[in-house]
């Protein structure tokens, strides 16, 4: 019997990503502004810098975000066009929801 390798779909990555509620958190955030600052996230959520660029790596590598660097800060955009590609509508549904109140660091460091 031969086994069949399924094929890697970035719809599935996307999913993947947002299935976590603090990676869907951040997303909403950053979808609701055209740029979000690292600080506003370190600011505004309640869990560590570190957990925070453990979360935007995974967006990053499903494609969801841009990154770009300016000096020691970083800031983020949704990749739009990319996302409307994958799942139209997708960014606008997360652009209008509202953000969680947060979890605790415990809750959200399980990854």
Request: proline share 3%.
């Amino acid at each position: 019997m031969t086994m069949r390798v399924l094929t890697r779909d970035a719809a599935v990555d996307i999913f993947t990503a947002l299935a976590n509620p603090v990676r869907l958190d951040i997303m909403s955030r950053i979808a609701s502004v055209q740029e979000l600052g690292c600080t506003t996230l370190e600011m505004d959520l309640p869990i560590s810098k570190s957990t925070i660029s453990y979360h935007m790596r995974i967006l990053y590598r499903a494609g969801l975000v841009d990154i770009r660097k300016e000096g020691r800060w970083y800031f983020y955009q949704v990749r739009k066009n990319e996302l409307d590609d994958q799942i139209p509508g997708l960014q606008e549904w997360l652009a209008t929801r509202s953000f969680s109140s947060g979890e605790s660091e415990s809750d959200s460091a399980t990854h």
